[in-house]
C-alpha cells in the first residue's frame, strides 16, 4: 500500500523558510517514472500546485514561485523535502504531497494519486 | 485567480445527472489529452477520479464520467448519489512553461 505523510511546522513567522517533509511508503523513490508532487491550498481556495520532482532528480516548478521553492529528496531516508523561503501570511493553507502517475518521462503530468492528508501551515508574527 | 475556469456551484437531486466544466486555453486544456478530475470532501485530501479525460482509476464507479471538447473539460456524474456531495476540481498538464494546472474548483451539492 503506497502512503504519503506529510510533517512539518504548522506556525511559521513572515520572512522565515518553510520546510516540509513527505515521508513515503509502498514504493522507491528512484523507481523509473514516479515522482511526487507539491500541491497547496490556502483556507476555503482552491489547489494551487507547487513543484515535482523525479525518480531521476529533475524537477519542475510553478513559474511564480519557481525563485522561493527547492524540491529534494532523502531516497535513504523516502523523505522528499520542500523548502520555501520568505513565507507571508499569503502562504497560509494546506500543504499536500501527492504521488505522480507513472509515466516513463519527467516531461508532462497525467494526475496525483494517493495523496497524503496535508499540514496546514500558518504564516504569522 | 485559478488558470482553469470551473462554475463555483452545481446542484441536483439524487438519481439526477449532473455536469461540471472546466475551461482552459489552447495552452492546456485545449492541447494535451491530460484532464484529471479530483474529489475532495470537506478536511480531506483530493482524491484522483479521472485522468486522461476519460480513464478511471480502480475503485471509480462507472457514474463518474470525461469528455472534452476544444479547450473545456468536462465531468459529469450520473445517477447522483448523496456521497458525491464534495468540492471537484479540473487540472491539466499545461506544457513546459506552467506544466501544471488546477481549476477554481465547484461545489456539488445533492438537493
Known amino acids: 500500500q503506497i502512503t504519503l505523510k506529510e510533517s512539518g511546522p504548522t506556525l511559521v513567522r513572515p520572512t522565515q523558510t518553510l520546510t516540509l517533509t513527505c515521508t513515503i511508503s509502498g514504493f522507491s523513490l528512484t523507481t523509473s517514472g514516479l515522482g511526487v508532487g507539491w500541491i497547496r491550498q490556502p483556507p476555503g481556495k482552491a489547489l494551487e500546485w507547487l513543484g515535482i520532482?523525479?525518480?531521476?532528480?529533475?524537477?519542475r516548478y510553478t513559474p511564480s514561485l519557481r525563485n522561493r521553492l527547492s524540491i529534494t529528496m532523502d531516497t535513504s531516508k523516502n523523505h522528499v523535502v520542500l523548502t520555501m523561503t520568505d513565507m507571508d501570511p499569503v502562504d497560509t493553507g494546506t500543504y499536500f504531497c501527492?504521488?505522480?502517475?507513472?509515466?516513463?518521462?519527467?516531461?508532462?503530468?497525467?494526475?496525483?494519486?494517493?495523496w497524503g492528508q496535508g499540514i496546514l501551515v500558518t504564516v504569522s508574527s | 485567480q485559478s488558470a482553469l475556469s470551473q462554475p463555483r456551484s452545481v446542484s441536483g437531486s439524487p438519481g439526477q445527472s449532473v455536469t461540471v466544466s472546466c475551461t482552459g486555453t489552447s495552452s492546456d486544456v485545449g492541447r494535451y489529452d491530460y484532464v484529471s478530475w479530483y474529489q475532495q470532501h470537506p478536511g480531506k485530501a483530493p482524491k484522483l477520479m479521472l485522468f486522461?479525460?476519460?480513464k478511471r482509476p480502480s475503485g471509480v464507479p462507472e457514474r463518474f464520467s470525461g469528455s472534452k471538447s476544444g479547450n473545456t473539460a468536462s465531468l459529469t456524474i450520473s445517477g447522483l448519489r448523496t456521497e458525491d456531495e464534495a468540492d471537484y476540481y479540473c487540472?491539466?498538464?499545461?506544457?513546459?512553461?506552467?506544466?501544471?494546472?488546477f481549476g477554481g474548483g465547484t461545489k456539488v451539492t445533492v438537493l
Open positions: 501527492a504521488q505522480r502517475l507513472p509515466f516513463w518521462s519527467s516531461f508532462l503530468e497525467l494526475g496525483f494519486e494517493p
Open positions: 486522461e479525460v476519460t
Open positions: 520532482i523525479y525518480w531521476n532528480d529533475d524537477k
Open positions: 487540472c491539466s498538464f499545461a506544457g513546459s512553461n506552467n506544466f501544471v494546472v
